[in-house]
């Protein structure tokens, strides 16, 4: 990403994609029937690490541990006001994930396997109409209260009951969760779901603490910390400025096979700050150690200071080989004036990416046309083969240029900022949309309504991008404009789909499933905080994604993504934006790191404060 839209995050605490992989077939459940019995589970495939295994590949099993690491708070907004992630109410801290365990925890060099954490074990029948979670008897919430069956059964009721809306979607396969006895929890599954991956949206849920909640509301937005069932508590909180996490001493799973060598750090800080320029100067000075830079002027032009001069500071471009995010500007098609696909069309020609790639981030950037951009799930040219053969059976209701033209991607452009074709097509498809110009040179419907597009972001950073694009709108006679407003108003906004248009940018998984209900069904559309950012409605979507949820392999599971990846972009429900590709960080040269970095994640969370260095660094007062 360069100058910043908001990176979204899905309501999701979900471990992996499943399917059950290794394990002992044939063992006969308490359950009811066969069931594998298994240390971890897998979407396609065999999973990498046996049971037994010692640790990930990718971490130092004797990393050394303590100190502290420090980022700068980023998220949908740049403050917070809340310490509960799972309610509608508030702007929750980054980091509250540190509080919370799941049954299962999933690993960075695989695309869906996930293994046991809080649950030992886990049992599947060959159906998977319901899956059996053995709990470790030696699990305890950050209280010392043990983890129970009964708490997993609490955790779903609650987040289906009080959760937020989002949450109705999530859960809605869920037919029942049942404590067997202490130890042991079912999850049955609605007969008629798809249930490749439902074993592992429960064993991805963060589990909550019934006896805490017995005497707290769990519904409240609150500053107060929780009792949590992971490895960090809250150490303290400056409302909107900073949160800091701690190490619980008495944390149960440290030895844990999937966390040994992880979270090598005694405490964690997120530090907010007012804008971008003043969380860089922070950075220069050591107020932080980690920063992940989205801004290419800022890559380009301004890592020139002393720190990184005297090789205090180092800075890395890490290969990202997830796919590189949805990121553009949604259109609202809950507004009227956005229903016709020529006016999106049109609105979306006058975005110069060409020009804005070359006058304000130095040409680092690639242009975005698929959600699913760098990875195999990314529609390309005409549908052919198995891909070709689902989207027939929709025929009658796609448009025909699905099958007779490549999978759509935005006009190359000229690099002067108002490319004249584009400006001319745009003109003309506005006039054949019915909004022509009138003698004031805004365009208007035959019932006398002004087109107009309202920009309003929270990011000052993006108003360098936004101001000439509304330039351009402007050009072909749509009355637009932006508004620079506060965090707070932009996540309400979001919430309760308040906008014309939006940029933001979702981090797209490397299998796709039910998440994708929250991105683009009917159901998530009406739902208030959901991640359906432009209000789509279309029963072929609806069923394309129930397609990709109902893959039985990794193949047919991007073909069907590549599918649904052509439709959704047929219906130019976005202007998308730009990506990259790698991580851009800066770090203080403090940390030790493994040798290998992780296939899929950027890897920082393997890393451990090396003490020498750090030393010296606050030696020579580089560091405060």
Same mark, same amino acid.
């Given at each position: 990403?360069?100058?910043?839209?908001?990176?979204?995050?899905?309501?999701?605490?979900?471990?992996?994609?499943?399917?059950?992989?290794?394990?002992?077939?044939?063992?006969?459940?308490?359950?009811?029937?066969?069931?594998?019995?298994?240390?971890?589970?897998?979407?396609?495939?065999?999973?990498?690490?046996?049971?037994?295994?010692?640790?990930?590949?990718?971490?130092?099993?004797?990393?050394?541990?303590?100190?502290?690491?420090?980022?700068?708070?980023?998220?949908?907004?740049?403050?917070?006001?809340?310490?509960?992630?799972?309610?509608?109410?508030?702007?929750?801290?980054?980091?509250?994930?540190?509080?919370?365990?799941?049954?299962?925890?999933?690993?960075?060099?695989?695309?869906?396997?996930?293994?046991?954490?809080?649950?030992?074990?886990?049992?599947?029948?060959?159906?998977?109409?319901?899956?059996?979670?053995?709990?470790?008897?030696?699990?305890?919430?950050?209280?010392?209260?043990?983890?129970?069956?009964?708490?997993?059964?609490?955790?779903?009721?609650?987040?289906?009951?009080?959760?937020?809306?989002?949450?109705?979607?999530?859960?809605?396969?869920?037919?029942?969760?049942?404590?067997?006895?202490?130890?042991?929890?079912?999850?049955?599954?609605?007969?008629?779901?798809?249930?490749?991956?439902?074993?592992?949206?429960?064993?991805?849920?963060?589990?909550?603490?019934?006896?805490?909640?017995?005497?707290?509301?769990?519904?409240?937005?609150?500053?107060?910390?929780?009792?949590?069932?992971?490895?960090?508590?809250?150490?303290?909180?400056?409302?909107?400025?900073?949160?800091?996490?701690?190490?619980?001493?008495?944390?149960?799973?440290?030895?844990?096979?999937?966390?040994?060598?992880?979270?090598?750090?005694?405490?964690?800080?997120?530090?907010?700050?007012?804008?971008?320029?003043?969380?860089?100067?922070?950075?220069?000075?050591?107020?932080?150690?980690?920063?992940?830079?989205?801004?290419?002027?800022?890559?380009?032009?301004?890592?020139?200071?002393?720190?990184?001069?005297?090789?205090?500071?180092?800075?890395?471009?890490?290969?990202?080989?997830?796919?590189?995010?949805?990121?553009?500007?949604?259109?609202?098609?809950?507004?009227?004036?956005?229903?016709?696909?020529?006016?999106?069309?049109?609105?979306?020609?006058?975005?110069?990416?060409?020009?804005?790639?070359?006058?304000?981030?130095?040409?680092?950037?690639?242009?975005?046309?698929?959600?699913?951009?760098?990875?195999?799930?990314?529609?390309?040219?005409?549908?052919?083969?198995?891909?070709?053969?689902?989207?027939?059976?929709?025929?009658?209701?796609?448009? @025909?240029?699905?099958?007779?033209?490549?999978?759509?991607?935005?006009?190359?452009?000229?690099? =002067?900022?108002?490319?004249?074709?584009?400006?001319?097509?745009?003109?003309?498809?506005?006039?054949?949309?019915?909004? =022509?110009?009138?003698?004031?040179?805004?365009?208007?419907?035959?019932?006398?309504?002004?087109?107009?597009?309202?920009?309003?972001?929270?990011?000052?950073?993006?108003?360098?991008?936004?101001?000439?694009?509304?330039?351009?709108?402007?050009?072909?006679?749509?009355?637009?404009?932006?508004?620079?407003?506060?965090?707070?108003?932009?996540?309400?906004?979001?919430?309760?789909?308040?906008?014309?248009?939006?940029?933001?940018?979702?981090?797209?998984?490397?299998?796709?499933?039910?998440?994708?209900?929250?991105?683009?069904?009917?159901?998530?559309?009406?739902?208030?905080?959901?991640?359906?950012?432009?209000?789509?409605?279309?029963?072929?979507?609806?069923?394309?994604?129930?397609?990709?949820?109902?893959?039985?392999?990794?193949?047919?599971?991007?073909?069907?993504?590549?599918?649904?990846?052509?439709?959704?972009?047929?219906?130019?429900?976005?202007?998308?934006?730009?990506?990259?590709?790698?991580?851009?960080?800066?770090?203080?040269?403090?940390?030790?790191? @493994?040798?290998?970095?992780?296939?899929?994640?950027?890897?920082?969370?393997?890393?451990?404060?090396?003490?020498?260095?750090?030393?010296?660094?606050?030696?020579?007062?580089?560091?405060?």
């Amino acid at each position: 990403m360069a100058a910043s839209p908001r990176v979204l995050a899905l309501v999701l605490a979900l471990a992996a994609p499943c399917a059950m992989a290794e394990g002992a077939p044939g063992t006969t459940a308490a359950g009811g029937g066969e069931a594998i019995v298994s240390h971890g589970i897998s979407a396609f495939g065999d999973l990498k690490y046996a049971a037994g295994f010692a640790h990930f590949d990718y971490v130092n099993p004797d990393a050394p541990q303590g100190g502290t690491m420090s980022f700068r708070g980023t998220g949908a907004s740049q403050t917070f006001d809340s310490l509960n992630p799972f309610i509608f109410k508030g702007e929750p801290a980054q980091g509250l994930a540190l509080l919370y365990d799941s049954l299962l925890a999933g690993s960075a060099d695989e695309p869906d396997s996930a293994y046991g954490l809080i649950a030992e074990s886990l049992e599947v029948p060959p159906d998977r109409s319901w899956a059996i979670f053995n709990l470790r008897p030696e699990a305890r919430f950050s209280d010392g209260h043990p983890i129970t069956a009964e708490d997993v059964v609490f955790t779903w009721q609650v987040l289906l009951e009080k959760g937020a809306p989002s949450y109705q979607i999530i859960l809605q396969d869920i037919e029942g969760v049942e404590a067997l006895d202490d130890h042991r929890v079912r999850f049955t599954f609605k007969p008629d779901s798809p249930k490749r991956d439902l074993p592992s949206l429960a064993g991805g849920l963060s589990i909550l603490p019934k006896h805490y909640y017995d005497s707290v509301e769990f519904s409240d937005s609150t500053l107060t910390p929780p009792v949590g069932s992971g490895r960090f508590t809250v150490a303290s909180v400056d409302p909107g400025k900073s949160i800091r996490y701690c190490k619980n001493p008495d944390y149960w799973a440290e030895k844990l096979p999937v966390n040994i060598g992880s979270y090598n750090f005694d405490c964690i800080v997120y530090q907010y700050f007012a804008d971008n320029n003043a969380a860089f100067e922070a950075l220069k000075v050591g107020d932080y150690l980690f920063h992940q830079e989205f801004f290419a002027v800022l890559w380009a032009t301004a890592y020139d200071f002393p720190a990184l001069q005297k090789g205090w500071v180092r800075r890395a471009e890490i290969p990202d080989n997830t796919p590189s995010g949805a990121q553009g500007f949604w259109f609202n098609l809950r507004r009227p004036t956005f229903q016709d696909p020529r006016v999106r069309e049109a609105i979306g020609l006058m975005f110069n990416f060409e020009w804005t790639n070359a006058t304000l981030f130095h040409d680092l950037y690639r242009r975005t046309d698929s959600f699913f951009e760098n990875s195999p799930m990314q529609a390309e040219g005409l549908p052919e083969g198995e891909e070709l053969a689902l989207l027939e059976a929709f025929r009658d209701r796609l448009p @025909p240029e699905i099958f007779s033209e490549p999978a759509w991607s935005p006009a190359v452009q000229s690099k =002067t900022q108002t490319d004249r074709a584009a400006l001319r097509r745009a003109s003309t498809l506005l006039d054949e949309a019915g909004w =022509t110009v009138g003698p004031d040179g805004i365009r208007r419907n035959a019932e006398g309504q002004k087109l107009t597009l309202r920009f309003a972001d929270d990011s000052p950073a993006m108003e360098r991008v936004i101001n000439p694009y509304v330039q351009n709108l402007r050009r072909i006679g749509i009355d637009a404009s932006y508004t620079a407003i506060d965090p707070a108003q932009m996540q309400e906004r979001q919430k309760n789909f308040d906008y014309d248009i939006l940029p933001a940018r979702f981090a797209m998984p490397l299998s796709p499933s039910m998440e994708l209900r929250q991105l683009f069904s009917s159901a998530a559309a009406d739902t208030p905080g959901s991640a359906n950012l432009a209000g789509v409605k279309d029963p072929v979507v609806d069923a394309l994604i129930e397609k990709v949820i109902q893959s039985e392999t990794r193949e047919q599971m991007q073909v069907r993504v590549r599918a649904l990846d052509r439709v959704l972009r047929s219906k130019r429900i976005w202007v998308p934006n730009w990506y990259s590709g790698k991580f851009l960080v800066a770090y203080w040269d403090v940390f030790g790191r @493994p040798g290998l970095q992780p296939e899929f994640a950027r890897g920082d969370t393997t890393w451990w404060i090396d003490q020498d260095r750090y030393d010296a660094l606050k030696a020579q007062g580089a560091l405060r």
